[in-house]
Structures are given as structure tokens and as C-alpha cells.
């Protein structure tokens, strides 16, 4: 800012020029009037001419000579001061619209070329703590694993969206028809006027599905990617003009506080697209019972659970022919180096969806094809050919065992329905108080 002060600098001299103007008019004006208002400083040789001859001159007529002198000098003297002063004005104003625009336009120009540093500032990623204790710790345990959730991204959120538009991922238009088939038997069971809560919302594609079958109050959609979140929320704004949003953006995983305009409404949870699966029994409990917590005693919850069914069904819906998963699974990666300042060579993994009979779950891993060496947060980490990284469950559960799961967290299914071919299943729940063991 130093052209700033350049320019306040020049206009403080401009300012004391003008005084000193000033000041020296002021000096004159003082010498006339000590002179008795005539001026021998600008026609001195006026009073020196005047006759001197006593018959014609006389004492009047020097004096009125002397006054006709004294009255000319002073107009003159007040003209020159005016003209003086107005120069000064005209000039001191002049000086100071330059200076003014000559700080206005260096200040502007300042500002300007620190625009594109705090741009670009505003779109440097911040790296999300938990995400950083997330993947250090999963890359430094045996064996590798980095939960799923942090799959979703923008760019992790838009891909999922692709996926669930491929002809292998069954699970979306299967859940979707389930909901079409059999949204008035849901509506009758819930009840109208429920603020409906989305558990993890993405792009909210089944949710018009529900709003339009119960008649809500209100509707909450939770999701941990806030961009995503925002464009979701603004279609459905477009399709619902008069139904109250109230976004939320976290993780879902604990209990969340609801909005206060929502203290006293009857709640309905929705948690489709069988995402329970991504966790583990005891985890799975542990979300569920969260969500008890967040919705209350005598709340209703609406949730999808993928069922199990043949390999050759279950394999292609995560690892298309497309490709689409397996960017999807990569792009983990591309995020660790993007946000935590890592060193990954992303072309050295490759995406691998198995079946683990024994857990009943599908399996993504992130395999390496060739020893490597990188760092994360400029910690060094290695990976032997062959080694995988763990990113994704998913959980596939018959009809007994997705009840006896929302039990145990104190969920009690009160509707089931299913598809044509029994591949997936949509449970409505009640909150209910866990009773005391015998």
C-alpha cells in the first residue's frame, strides 16, 4: 500500500501550499489597511504625481485625489486576491480530485490483484481432521482398511450417482419400484404430516417417492458432502416450493440435534439404498441406536437392507463392465493426495470386489500391482505387490436377520415389502423402548 501514502503525502503538500497562499494575502490586506487603505505597494507613483499647485490643488483635492487612489488600489488589490484565491481554490481542488482518483484507482488496483490470492485460497480443499486420523490409521494397521464414507467427495458423490444408473447395480431401481408399488400401504402405516429425515441424502433421487406419499411437514436431509447437499436440496425446493428444507451437513454416524422448528412434530426416518450394509453387525447397531436417539421414542424409520443372493448377481453390481466402481474406488486415492499432500501413484492400484461368504458381505479392496512407496501428511508408507487396502463392505442380509438387526437397536418392524424376486427388502420401524431382560 505504498502508493497509499504516496498520494496522502502530496495531498497534505497541496494542502500547505494553500495555506501559505492564504497567509501571504492575508500579509497585504494588513499593509493596506496600515496605509490608510492606499497602497504603496502596487501605485505608489499615483500619490507622487498629484499637482501640487495651492491655487488649484488645495487640501480637498488631495484628499480627494488621495482617496480616488486609495479606492482604486484597493479594488485592485481585492481583485487580485479574488483572482488569487479562486486560482488557489481551482487548483488546491484540482490537486485533490487527482489525488483522490489517483488513490482511488491505486487502491482499487491493489485490491484487484489480491483477488485471485483469496480466490484461489477459497477453493484450496481444507482437509477434514478426521479424514486425516482416518486413512493414517488405516494405512498403518494389518490389514489396510480406510472406512467407506469417505468415498463421498464431490467427485466420489457424482460417480455413485453413475453407478446406480448401471444395468448391474440392481439395488437402486429395485428399491425404487418397491417404493413405487407400495408407497400408499407405507403413507397409511407412518401417518401424514412426519418431518421426514434422510439419513446420508446424495442426490435425494428416491426421496420424491416419499415426500409425495406421506404428506410431510417438513424434511431434513443429512449428508457429509455439503456441495453435493446444496444442489440436492435446491431441485427439490424447485419440486416441493412449499414443503420447509432444513439441510444439515455431518456425519450421521452419532447423534445429531435436530432444527428446533422440528421439537414437536412426529418423525420418519429414511435411510434407503441399503448403506447399513457398509457396516459391520456391532457398527450397525451402534448407527441404528443413534438414530433412536436422534429421532425419538415413538419416531418411525423407513430403511432399505440389500438381501443375500447368487455371486454371479451380486459380483457385477461392484464391479461393472464400465469401469464406473472401480474409478469410484480409485478416486479414494485421488483424494488422499489431493486434501492430505499425498504421494500415491494411483496407477499402481487396481479395484478388486470380491465375495466373502463367511461374513455374507461383498468386498472392495484397492490392490497393488507393483511395490510402492508414498508418503500422506509426509508420513512414508509402503505397499507389496499383491497387498490391498480394504475400502468397502457390504453387508447382504436374509429376511430374519435384518429384523432381529433393527431389534437390537430398539427398532421394531411393523411393515416388509419386497421385490418380485425377493433381491432386496424396505422395512418400516418403530421406535419403541428396549425392554429389560428376563
Not at 494405512?139 to 455413485?160: K, M, N, T, V
Not at 407405507?186 to 406419499?213: D, H, N, W, Y
Amino acid at each position: 500500500m505504498a502508493a497509499v501514502g504516496d498520494a496522502r503525502t502530496r495531498r497534505a503538500t497541496v494542502r500547505e501550499d494553500a495555506a501559505k497562499e492564504r497567509d501571504a494575502n492575508a500579509v497585504t490586506r494588513a499593509a493596506i489597511t496600515r496605509h490608510g487603505g492606499t497602497s504603496a505597494l502596487v501605485n505608489p507613483a499615483r500619490v507622487d504625481s498629484t499637482p501640487a499647485d495651492p491655487a488649484l490643488a488645495g487640501s480637498a483635492q488631495v484628499d480627494a485625489a488621495l482617496a480616488d487612489s486609495a479606492l482604486a488600489d484597493s479594488a485592485q488589490v481585492d481583485a487580485t486576491l479574488a483572482a488569487s484565491a479562486l486560482a488557489d481554490s481551482a487548483q488546491v481542488d484540482a490537486a485533490l480530485a487527482d489525488s483522490a482518483l489517483a488513490d482511488s484507482a491505486q487502491v482499487d488496483s491493489a485490491l484487484a490483484d489480491a483477488v485471485p490470492v483469496d480466490s484461489a485460497l477459497a477453493h484450496l480443499p481444507l482437509p477434514d481432521p478426521a479424514f486425516r486420523a482416518d486413512v493414517l490409521a488405516g494405512l498403518s494397521r494389518r490389514p489396510r482398511a480406510i472406512p467407506a464414507r469417505w468415498f463421498y467427495d464431490r467427485r466420489g458423490s457424482e460417480l455413485f450417482e453413475d453407478i446406480t444408473r448401471l444395468p448391474e447395480y440392481y439395488l437402486t431401481r429395485t428399491e425404487r419400484s418397491i417404493l413405487s408399488a407400495h408407497a400408499a400401504d407405507i403413507a397409511s402405516l407412518t401417518g401424514p404430516g412426519r418431518a421426514v429425515v434422510e439419513f446420508g441424502s446424495g442426490s435425494s433421487a428416491k426421496t420424491p417417492l416419499v415426500l409425495s406419499a406421506v404428506a410431510p411437514s417438513a424434511y431434513v436431509p443429512i449428508d457429509i458432502s455439503g456441495e453435493f447437499l446444496r444442489d440436492s436440496v435446491a431441485a427439490l425446493e424447485r419440486q416441493f416450493p412449499k414443503l420447509p428444507i432444513h439441510p444439515i451437513e455431518g456425519d450421521f454416524m452419532h447423534r445429531l440435534v435436530l432444527p428446533a422448528a422440528l421439537a414437536n412434530q412426529p418423525r420418519l426416518g429414511f435411510f434407503p439404498g441399503s448403506t447399513i450394509g457398509n457396516m459391520n453387525a456391532p457398527a450397525a447397531v451402534d448407527l441404528l441406536r443413534a438414530m433412536w436417539e436422534t429421532l425419538g421414542e415413538g419416531s418411525k424409520l423407513l430403511i432399505g437392507i440389500d438381501r443375500i443372493k447368487p455371486v454371479n448377481v451380486l459380483i457385477p453390481a461392484y464391479d461393472d463392465a464400465q469401469g464406473v466402481t472401480a474409478e469410484f474406488n480409485l478416486n479414494l486415492l485421488h483424494r488422499i493426495n489431493r486434501e492430505l499432500g499425498g504421494t500415491i501413484p494411483v496407477s499402481a492400484f487396481r479395484h478388486v470386489a470380491r465375495w466373502n461368504d463367511t461374513e455374507a458381505r461383498i468386498e472392495m479392496h484397492l490392490e497393488a500391482t507393483r511395490d510402492v512407496s508414498f508418503s500422506v501428511d509426509g508420513r512414508p508408507f509402503a505397499i507389496s505387490k499383491g497387498k490391498t487396502i480394504h475400502t468397502e463392505n457390504s453387508y447382504k442380509y436374509g429376511p430374519r436377520d435384518a429384523r432381529l438387526l433393527l431389534r437390537s437397536a430398539g427398532w421394531t418392524p411393523i411393515g416388509e415389502w419386497t421385490d418380485r424376486e425377493g433381491l432386496f427388502g424396505l422395512i418400516l420401524a418403530e421406535a419403541r423402548a428396549i425392554p429389560a431382560a428376563p
